[in-house]
C-alpha cells in the first residue's frame, strides 16, 4: 500500500525556520513530481512549492518565494521543504503530493497521492 507521510512541524515564532519532510513508503517516488499544499482553517487548500522528478526545475506561489525552498533527496524518494522566514499567515496544515507525470506543477488535481499533513503553526 501506497503511503506518503509528512513530518516536521510544530509551533515556531515570527522569524522562525522550520524543514518539512515528506517520504514515501510502498513505492518509490523518485521518478514523481513532488508538491507542498497548505490548508488554514475556514481556507481553501492552497500551492505552495512544487519539483519534479529530476529535482532540477521548482515552482513557488508567489507567498512564500524567497522564504521556502523544496529539495529532494539523494535517493530523491524524500522531498523537503524548508521554510524560513515564518510568518503567522504561513499556519497550516501541510501537505505532501505525488505525482505520477514527474513535473513539477501547481494544480492539485494532477496529484495522485496525499499525506495525511502536518500542522505548522507560527505565533506573532
Known amino acids: 500500500q501506497v503511503q506518503v507521510v509528512e513530518s516536521g512541524g510544530g509551533l515556531v515564532q515570527t522569524g522562525g525556520s522550520l524543514r518539512l519532510s515528506c517520504a514515501a513508503s510502498g513505492r518509490t517516488f523518485s521518478t514523481y513530481g513532488m508538491g507542498w499544499f497548505r490548508q488554514a482553517p475556514g481556507k481553501e487548500r492552497e500551492f505552495v512549492a512544487s519539483?519534479?522528478?529530476?529535482?532540477?526545475?521548482?515552482i513557488y506561489a508567489d507567498s512564500v518565494k524567497g522564504r521556502f525552498t523544496i529539495s529532494r533527496g539523494n535517493a530523491r524518494n524524500t522531498v523537503y521543504l524548508q521554510m524560513n522566514s515564518l510568518i503567522p499567515d504561513d499556519t497550516a496544515v501541510y501537505y505532501c503530493a505525488a505525482d505520477k507525470s514527474g513535473v513539477a506543477s501547481g494544480r492539485y488535481d494532477v496529484y495522485d497521492y496525499w499525506g495525511q499533513g502536518t500542522q505548522v503553526t507560527v505565533s506573532s
Open positions: 519539483v519534479n522528478w529530476s529535482g532540477g526545475s521548482t
